[in-house]
């Protein structure tokens, strides 16, 4: 079957496009029955719906700069000397 918002195939039992979101015919037909959603992209990375905002936390990014830096520290100070 083929979404009829934007015109990807889609499964045939499907009840919304797992493209572009939009109800299809089957959703009324599936009144009675549970749904199951289940995320089928091919991305790695975590899904998001478009224009959401992605909040970005600073303070992981200063923990791991200084976590790095506290690291490297060590290592200058314990590192074999070969002289």
Request: a positive charge.
């Amino acid at each position: 079957m083929f979404c009829h918002h934007c015109g990807k195939e889609i499964d045939d039992d499907a009840v919304v496009c797992i493209y572009c979101g939009v109800d299809t015919k089957n959703l009324n037909k599936g009144k009675d029955k549970s749904i199951n959603i289940v995320n089928q992209s091919s991305s790695s990375s975590t899904s998001t719906v478009k224009g959401t905002p992605r909040y970005y936390n600073a303070a992981v990014d200063i923990l791991m700069i200084f976590l790095t830096g506290g690291l490297w520290i060590i290592w200058m100070i314990f590192r074999p000397k070969y002289y």
